[in-house]
């Protein structure tokens, strides 16, 4: 017998395959999956709520739950969380190597208010000592909430842009293309800021404790008030699904993915993670969720009268997580 319908979006990975693919079901429920971008998933979410169950930002989702917003909820599932000291570019050419020489340069992020960007400005602020006011700010592409920020909106692709000197760095969730940057990461027209990167972000989460969050995992509202119980129990899917991938990550008898030291990293993260590579939940996160707050309010984004507590930003029934 066919269960409800639900529309679900998100991009893929072994945090998500098992319920795109349909290995992994809610009972009751029949996933109709969105094949779509990432980018097209926040901004139909953002702006339409789309989607009964869908991936999304961080940022625009608080956003939007700042300025009054009801139409989604959410759950601490959190299937997108990456450090991006990687994610800073410059010119192979260029004479810095270190976002404190950035101050007053011009520099480039695809969207000011995409998750990225504002853990990038917050580190800016707190980690390097240079200011918003001291940096010329460049986007690439419109916002999709809709947003004042200090940064102009510059036509044209952002690789490029840095390729061709029109910015001095940028931030980019994205890889560049391989003709600008190679696979080793070495050679080509751009590299990483940061010489010793992956040590540098070693060395922040052993400081920090922040494995920077990305996206969440939203609802809409209006399904959650036909099944109350969804909230739940989609957490405790995405959990399972979670878990079962990390599993499958450090299993030796296959390879789940193409790269051959694969296991020394997964192993070297759950060392230095004290054995949760990928946190849900309320509790394991909500401090450095409540840091990011502080940098959205820093950018202007979030009013500093909003300070949301967990259950103004997460469905009742996952409190408790």
Partial sequence: MTGTKLTVAMSESDRTLRLLSGAQTLPGFEMDVQQESIEE?????????????????????LIAKGGGDTRLTAIPAFLSRSFRHNAIYVRSDSPYTHPSELKGKRFGFPEFQMTAAVWVRGMFRHEWGIANEEMEWFTFRPERVPVDIPATLTEGDIFEALAEGKVDAIMTARRPPAKLFPASGEGGVLRRLFPDVWNVEREYYGRTGIFPIMHLVSLKAETVQQFPKLPKQMYELMREIKDEGIAGLLETIRNATSNPFVWESAEQSAKLMNGDMWPYGVAANWAQIETFVTYLQEDGLLDRSFTPKPQEVFHSSVQNT
């Fill in 41 to 61: 998933i926040f901004v139909k979410q953002i702006s339409q709520a789309s989607y009964d169950v869908s991936e999304l930002s961080l940022a625009s989702y």
